[in-house]
């Protein structure tokens, strides 16, 4: 168990460094939209444009690839063996692959309703602008759709590491169109940039899957019994899954009703750097743990399949909680540090991190629900999450339209973090009533003493922020002096108080640092 436990803390460990290099890469990426383009016209178009197929991908296909598709084929491998696995692989790629290219021609002919759809509050001139890229950049549903099949062919093997990478490639093309191309071809290029990107995603895992074994033979025996379970767990599964993405939507739908239309690249970027802050880890952890759940599920193991679920979600928010508390503090400093200068102005920072402070606050509902969703797909059962997902959406709505107004883009922040905060505990419940016991005593005294330890460091935080403020001089030097001491100083005030309150995973650091210097020594 210790040796299990060892190597999966170590397959994690390595799948976050390289997913952590991705997300810089993304903040990188995002930095350099920001300071090209502003939140004017052509950035907000562009947000809108590339939100779109995104939306339908996450809306029709992620939901098939991610929940559906590794507990079948998870399934195949445990019971029939690989031949049989990689023959249903080759028949869900096949499949995959044709849907979402119908759904991509659909997209670019019906660019201008969906325009329309998303995005409302947008003069003549910018919504042409986001017609013509979303036509450009809507065959990243195709693209998208065979790299996620890649993705869960991969992760199923127990090959983590290239699946987390695949980002990174796409990063460094976009990076590197701005320092080439971007002063000639401008946002249409930008938006080409973004296609190849999505591209290279599944170009780059096809090694792997060589070295893997796995050759794909096309097959559109849609009727096979793995096709048919992924069809019945499809319905229920998709509409689970659309939460994130028709939150966000309607997020965005009622930002571009606010400053202009600059509401969407306030809270489009504040969300983006919090599920990038907070996806460095919450989604290293459901990418490994995934698979692993569904092998449990489908081999009958109920006690390592509860154990598994109960210490992935203690320390998950072991780590959640103090980048919540931090995220919040340092929002400002942050948002002007790495977006702000040439085109994003002050105005621009101060909408964006007003953004960024309320919605981190449903970085714990993200995290819980983001595990107890693989959970139940892990065990095929897509109604449950189906019917939280759509509570969840329903709350984001009316507290947009109740909020937007009177509380702008704050009140979309808030819709948004209630309405994950909501869905978590509504995934939550349910386990309980059937046993599960994801949330003993213990959990809840330990997860007392690690909100009291966030709540120290975000107070500690807070002081060091202040006094370094005043002392500091303007300019980039002096915020990333002011992040770097106060993101340090917090993790320090955060660890002593969690190793003098006994938390387990504090506890395991120390142990872990003891036997390192024993075996120097």
């Known amino acids: ?67 559906c598709f590794i507990p079948v084929f998870s399934q195949y491998l445990t019971k029939q063996g690989k031949g049989k696995a990689f023959h249903f692989a ?5 499949v995959m692959a044709a849907l979402t290219a119908v759904l991509s021609l659909a997209g670019m002919g019906f660019a201008g309703p969906l325009v329309e759809l998303f995005a409302d509050g947008y003069d003549e001139a910018t919504a042409q602008l986001a017609v013509r890229l979303t036509r450009i950049m809507f065959p990243t549903v195709l693209f998208t759709g065979v790299a996620f099949s890649f993705v ?31 002063e000639r071809f401008g946002i249409y290029g930008l938006a080409v940039a973004f296609l190849l990107g999505w591209l290279l995603q599944a170009v780059v895992q096809l090694p792997a899957l060589k070295k893997k074994g796995y050759r794909y033979h096309p097959s559109l025996d849609w009727r096979s019994e793995g096709m ?3 069809f019945a767990l499809m319905l229920p599964v998709m509409v689970s899954t659309w939460v994130q993405p028709i939150n966000l939507t309607i997020n965005s739908k009622f930002g571009s009703r606010l400053y202009g239309g600059a509401g969407v690249s306030a809270i489009e970027i504040s969300t983006n750097l919090y599920l990038i ?29 509860r154990d598994t679920l109960r210490q992935t979600v203690h320390s998950t928010l072991f780590f959640v909680l103090p980048m919540c508390a931090g995220l919040m503090v340092l929002s400002r400093p942050l948002v002007s540090f790495i977006y702000g200068g040439g085109l994003f102005d002050a105005f621009s920072v101060d909408i964006t991190a007003r953004g960024l402070v309320w919605v981190s606050l449903g970085m714990v509902g993200y995290a819980v629900q983001n595990i107890l969703s693989r959970a139940y797909f892990a065990k095929q059962d897509g109604r449950t999450p189906l019917l939280a997902g759509a509570v969840s959406i329903g709350i984001n709505i009316v507290l947009c339209m109740a909020l937007t107004d ?13 309405s994950s905060t909501v869905y978590a505990l509504l995934l939550l419940l349910p386990l309980e009533r059937q046993g599960e016991r994801v949330f003993t005593a213990g959990f809840w005294l330990d997860m007392t003493k690690t909100l009291a330890s966030a709540a120290m460091m975000a107070l500690g935080v807070y002081l060091v922020m202040n006094l370094l403020g005043a002392v500091l001089p303007v300019g980039k030097a002096g915020e990333l002096v002011l992040l770097g001491v106060s993101a340090c100083s917090g993790m320090l005030i955060y660890f002593a108080a969690a190793v003098l309150l006994r938390i387990p995973e504090a506890q395991m650091v120390v142990n872990m640092a003891k036997r390192i210097l024993k075996r120097g020594g």
């Open 228 to 230: 048919k379970q992924v």
């Open 1 to 67: 168990m210790s040796e299990q436990r060892d190597n999966s803390t170590k397959t994690i460990s390595v799948v976050m460094i390289i997913t952590l290099l991705g997300k810089v890469l993304g903040l990188v990426r995002d930095r350099m939209l920001a300071v090209h383009y502003g939140t004017g016209m052509q950035a907000n178009a562009f947000y809108t444009a590339s939100r779109i197929p995104r939306v339908f991908f996450d809306a029709v296909f992620a939901s098939a690839i991610a929940a």
């Open 277 to 305: 802050i907070a996806g460095v880890f919450v989604l290293s952890v459901t990418n490994v743990i995934f698979p692993k759940l569904s092998r449990q599920s489908a081999q009958g193991e109920g006690e390592a399949f």
């Open 90 to 94: 080759g028949t869900f790629l096949t």
């Open 152 to 182: 869960g062919i991969l992760q199923s093997l127990d090959e983590f590491n290239i699946p987390a990478l695949i980002s990174t490639v796409s990063n460094l093309v976009i990076i590197g169109y701005y320092f080439t191309f971007n």
């Open 406 to 418: 009177r509380l702008q883009v704050a009140g979309l922040a808030i819709a948004s973090a209630v």
